[in-house]
């Protein structure tokens, strides 16, 4: 377990809300004014010892464990019967999952897997690169950009974003001697 090092300002506006409103952070030191206790609150903040509530801030469970204090307990919860009644109805229900044939589940696995590999128009300039991208010689940054209109940071923009992390094509660069580079789809 480890150890929160509070400075003694820290200490005592976190026992000082504990003592005497409820976990409520309403009282410094004489000593702290103005930014000195924005820094207070900050650290205080940042190690998630306190944590906004409305226009206040309050102790959170980590500055009761801070200060070796016992955390508040929760109100005790009273049931209402006509609720307990429908999660009991639901959770019957879900002990007796429908059967559903292998089949049946294997088509609907492939439509999804099939739905979302490609989502390009076919004259698009998405698709006109990606089609560059798999012929076997490729493309360089440059046949791109004179194809599509785009700037190369555009070009590799998009080889990051939409086809990697979207579209999810992996692209390779291969450089020859005193060439280009030349991109792919593997």
Not at 17 to 26: F, Q, T
Not at 80 to 103: F, G, K, R, Y
Request: net charge neutral.
């Amino acid at each position: 377990m480890t150890t929160i090092q509070l400075t003694a300002t820290q200490t005592q506006v976190l026992q000082h809300a504990l003592d005497h409103n409820d976990g409520r952070i309403d009282w410094f030191p004489e000593s702290v004014k103005g930014g000195a206790r924005k820094k207070v609150l900050d650290g205080l903040f940042n190690r998630a010892l306190i944590t906004p509530s409305g226009d206040d801030w309050v102790v959170a469970a980590e500055g009761y464990d801070a200060l070796g204090c016992a955390r508040p307990g929760a109100a005790p919860v009273t049931p209402i019967p006509d609720i307990e009644a429908d999660v009991a109805a639901a959770e019957a229900s879900w002990a007796h999952p429908q059967e559903v044939e292998p089949a049946t589940v294997a088509t609907t696995v492939t439509v999804v897997a099939t739905e979302q590999k490609t989502r390009t128009r076919e004259h698009s300039k998405q698709a006109t690169v990606i089609s560059m991208l798999k012929r076997p010689e490729g493309a360089t940054i440059a046949q791109i950009c004179e194809a599509t209109s785009w700037q190369a940071h555009t070009v590799r923009g998009t080889f990051a974003g939409a086809f990697k992390k979207k579209l999810g094509l992996t692209i390779t660069s291969d450089k020859t001697e005193g060439g280009a580079r030349i991109y792919r789809v593997a």
